[in-house]
């Protein structure tokens, strides 16, 4: 039987249990269990001779009435802006995760530069690095100038009180909200109880003095962010970054904003100098691009409001196996899998016995089912070896019957298109194609059209010469 004042939590999702055992049932990882002291009291939280909780009457109000945006602080860096939704709210909290090393820190270094220098009061709270670390990345990044408030401290009670000195700070950096640790949990840093203790006490200074709060969280071997879920539920915004360890460029991305949209994406350019923002990016997934090779098709995407083309690379090569293999980077596997079946079914192509790999070039994660179309054309280009047109643009959603559907922003996808020189565009028949801009459009309905079209470009094979030929 647990003793009185504890729990066993799962390091993993946060799952309370009244005992220990080897396997979560609810995340299903073993030995994340732990045995754990009691969550604090809630702030406000007496108790009448009777025991129950006392509360205070408040008034209720009508949904009608006026309404005011919240007040915003820009960043000075207008991709973050364009994520968190026009910059920083006064009193949010936002929680920030990303893979070791992706450049989290970098980030939020600059950030603070620059709104320091703008005229703010700063504070970066580093619980993992020491002061003088600190200042080595600024001065590596030629920020050093910068009238940036450092500390490097682990309690959260220190925290507050020096922070509530001299009036509340604009931005407030928690560099990682793991490290902290409160006096009213009786756990181990780190752990679920002193994470969700930590972070509720730093969100109330937030709420109550209005100051914007940025915590950094670690994230789990499945990317997801580590610590209790409730943290997230907790926060204003949670926002990802994201990227590749080959590829220079990383992506901010929000999952969860109550200020702003949730479909932008900001994206920079890991630099000498730190983080670049990159304003067109577009032109950075297509640089470097071949033109003459088969397999390859350029796709008009949306990104929140803003258009994005990459390059969706596909190879179709024979399989010496029973089971052929389906390699997939950046998209859903899932997806690829009914492309493939609607091909063979309604396109005629034989694809059960060749291995397929697919994969987005720069390493962009495609989300949307506009890719459908650019996906088959680059495995209809990679089996047939027809090389798809340089100036050409594809997207369209394909249904399991073969047709091929209008896809939203279709005048936004081809203005984007124009804009960096292409002069064609393959996509089903759309309203928003009316302003074609000086561009082709080729109307595609069906799959069986593509592959069709696309077949017919294709070069003749050569007959192999037979012993026959060689003696003659």
Known sequence: MARRGTSFNCQNCGAVYQRWQGRCDACGEWSTIVEEGAAPPLPGGGRSLSGRAKGRVFALESMKGETRDSPRTLSGMAELD??????FVRGSVLLIGGDPGIGKSTLLTQACA?????GQRVVYVSGEEAVAQVRLRAERLGLADAPVELAAETNVEDIIATLSQSGAPALVVIDSIQTMWTGDVESAPGTVTQVRGSAQALIRFAKTSGACLILVGHVTKDGQIAGPRVVEHMVDAVISFEGEGGHAFRVLRAQKNRFGPTDEIGVFEMTGRGLAEVANPSALFLAGRDLTAPGAAVFAGMEGTRPVLVEIQALVAPTALGTPRRAVVGWDPSRLAMVLAVLETHGGLRLSGHD???????????QEPAADLAVAAALVSSMTGAVLPADAVVFGEIALSGAVRPVSLTGARIKEAAKL???????????????MRGIRLTVTPHVAELVASIAASAPKRQRKPTDSDVER
């Open 82 to 87: 364009r994520v968190t939704g026009g910059g």
């Open 356 to 366: 397929v790999y697919l994969n987005v070039a720069g390493g962009l994660r495609v």
């Open 114 to 118: 620059a709104l320091a220098r703008a």
């Open 421 to 435: 020189g292409f002069e064609r565009v393959v996509a089903p028949a759309s309203a928003d194609t009316a302003d």
